[in-house]
């Protein structure tokens, strides 16, 4: 069998001297041999083929993330995804001035129906709690995806698409506002600029080593200030934080009407003073947090307490 060099086999092949040797350090051309130091090629070996780059396997998404899914998958109305499901339906949509009662989106939620009321009731606040509950299941479907504008308005999409205000023109579902929506607050930035602003907090809010409860509260804020669509920034931008924090291992938190003020607040002084929204956000966790034991407990009487009750044969 005939040898060649190193340098002539990289003629030969058209790729350095130092990736013929490292192909034949990894043993990856049949018969090369290596003689006092240096590699001797067999004159009619191929040049070995590219390795194609190991694929990445799903990531390992945080405990609570996985029981949510889940339940989800499962249709449990009695557990966890129930709970949120109706809690950040409920407390996100009257942030947002809608006036169904908890028990009414709880029914929308769990039946397809509408209780009874004493007040006359806005078709736009059924359709966007119908719409806000299929969001909720969105941003379960997808929490381990990184955030993209295309994300973030697909989900705009799901809240708004057959609401009244599409229908009389006020909003574009997926859409970023337009000049005919700026006339509410001239300090927003202008229309043309929100993709490439949106884009570079994105890449910014990705870009990081680490995300926490901080890094997710500070994108919030900036993601308000920026106000994209011309209606529902708020409940976008909270269900971005709940996934976010599923998406993180922070513990999730829902944000009440009770205390919209303080929420109003703590955006406006985050870039000053971050203490007023981290004080609200952390009793909400804390909140959040009783509830997630609460379900366990209830999880451990179901599994535990039929088998300890059963009477002994007589």
Not at 37 to 42: A, S, V
Not at 233 to 260: A, Q, S, T, W, Y
Not at 264 to 279: V, Y
Request: with cysteine; hydrophobic share 35%.
């Amino acid at each position: 069998m005939n040898y060649i060099s190193v340098k002539e086999t990289a003629a030969k092949w058209g790729i350095s001297q130092t990736q013929v040797r490292k192909y034949c350090t990894q043993d990856r051309i049949p018969k090369a041999k290596c003689q006092d130091g240096i590699w001797l090629i067999p004159e009619k070996a191929k040049k070995p083929e590219k390795m194609a780059a190991p694929v990445a396997g799903p990531a390992e998404l945080p405990p609570l993330a996985v029981k949510l899914i889940r339940q989800k998958k499962k249709k449990s109305f009695h557990g966890l995804y129930d709970y949120v499901q109706i809690d950040l339906t409920y407390s996100s949509s009257r942030m947002a001035s809608n006036r169904l009662t908890r028990g009414q989106v709880e029914s929308i939620f769990r039946k397809g129906k509408v209780r009874e009321s004493f007040e006359p009731m806005k078709v736009s606040d059924l359709i966007e709690v119908m719409n806000h509950c299929v969001c909720v299941d969105y941003i379960l479907d997808h929490i381990a995806e990184p955030l993209t504008q295309k994300l973030i308005q697909h989900l705009h999409y799901l809240l708004m698409f057959g609401t009244v205000d599409q229908r009389k023109g006020r909003v574009n579902p997926g859409a970023y506002r337009t000049d005919s929506d700026i006339s509410r607050n001239r300090r927003m930035i202008p229309p043309e600029k929100i993709n490439s602003s949106l884009g570079a907090l994105i890449k910014e809010y990705e870009s990081q080593t680490e995300i926490g409860r901080n890094q997710i509260l500070d994108f919030h804020v900036r993601f308000e200030q920026i106000f994209p669509f011309g209606d529902g920034n708020g409940r976008i931008g909270r269900l971005i934080m709940f996934k976010e924090c599923l998406r993180h291992g922070v513990m999730p938190f829902i944000l009440d009407d009770k205390h919209r003020s303080q929420y109003l607040e703590g955006i406006k002084d985050w870039p000053t003073d971050r203490s007023t929204f981290i004080e609200l956000v952390y009793a909400a966790q804390s909140r959040f947090e009783a509830q997630v034991e609460l379900q366990k407990l209830g999880e451990y009487r179901l599994f535990v307490l039929p088998e300890d009750d059963e009477e002994e044969d007589a």
